[in-house]
């Protein structure tokens, strides 16, 4: 059966010896936990129910180490952080940087995924400390807002929109570059074109803001994106910006964890540094996509 196989493999243990620990575990609650009817094993009610309990009690197993580490201070441990794609990979890396330089001895680990998949991640417990662009939906989550992120439009250099400052209804013969569904940006997208009374605008969807940008220098259209994802490429002249009125609303920046789950040391040293951000690292330095945009804003109305 795949599933023991499987199990098996993630255990290092052999097939046979899983198969016996499972049926010792049947024996011992007077139940069946797995159906072993198909070629898949799966779990039954009553496994599903048993599972649930398993998870409590290795969290329960984590919050005593968490309460021990607390006692101990924060000399050494493990953060295990996650982001969803934009800050992941635009923001968390500077951040760790610089805890890891302060705490040399701290073992710190990165998750990068999208909202639906970071939400999964911190529920589950693999992931302490999330940091979402946008709220995650679910309520069993302990929700501490950080930053605000902008968005702006982009377009290749040689768009007859580009540095344009332009009403919403320009945009639409345009074709739309959207993340995937799932995504932070996916739905920031959706309420900017839903704002713009654009919902049935032409679009084309891909994975990941890397290959969006890829696909707006190539020419296969706009795209609205977080203002830090864009930046070096606009300030080299690689994407260009199109100002829109009225313009995109922007989202907040939110650290979340499990509302019935302790944080630990090094996770309450981390949400320290994120509650003493005073904005983006580097979102001041001139150039940047959100400068470009105002400049454009300030030269069309002094005409």
């Known amino acids: 059966m795949r599933g023991f196989s499987a199990a098996a493999n993630k255990l290092f243990m052999s097939q046979p010896s899983v198969s016996h620990h499972v049926r010792q575990l049947e024996t011992a609650v007077d139940a069946v936990l797995i159906d072993r009817s198909s070629g898949r094993a799966r779990a039954t009610a009553e496994g599903e129910v048993l599972a649930e309990y398993a998870r409590r009690f290795i969290l329960l197993g984590e919050e005593a180490i968490t309460a021990v580490r607390q006692v101990q201070g924060l000399g050494r441990g493990h953060l295990t952080l996650g982001g969803t794609t934009t800050v992941g990979s635009y923001l968390l890396p500077h951040l760790l940087g610089q805890f890891q330089q302060r705490h ?21 417990g693999e992931v302490g400390l999330g940091v979402f662009a946008g709220h995650p939906s679910t309520t069993q989550l302990q929700v501490e807002r950080v930053l605000m992120d902008l968005a702006v439009i982009v377009a290749a250099p040689g ?38 009374q654009l919902p049935d605008v032409a679009s084309m969807e891909m994975w990941g803001t890397e290959t969006i940008k890829q696909a ?7 795209s609205l994106l977080s203002e830090h994802t864009v930046r070096q490429e606009v300030r080299d002249g690689l994407l260009a910006t199109i ?12 650290a979340a964890y499990r509302r019935e789950r302790a944080l630990a040391p090094t996770e309450r040293a981390f949400l320290a540094d994120l509650r003493a951000l005073n904005g983006w690292p580097g979102a001041s330095e001139a150039g940047d996509a959100a400068t470009a945009i105002a400049d454009l804003l300030g030269s069309t109305a002094a005409r």
């Open 243 to 254: 100002a829109v009125q009225p313009a995109a609303t922007g989202r907040p920046i939110v």
């Open 159 to 196: 768009h007859p929109l580009a540095y344009r400052l332009v009403a919403a209804n320009e945009l639409r013969t345009q074709r739309f570059i959207l993340r995937e569904q799932g995504s932070g940006t996916r739905s920031l997208q959706a309420e900017a074109l839903s704002g713009w």
């Open 216 to 222: 707006v220098k190539a020419g296969l259209g706009i």
């Open 104 to 124: 040399p001895d701290i073992e710190c680990s990165l998750y990068v995924g999208n909202v639906e998949q970071l939400t999964a991640r911190v529920l589950s």
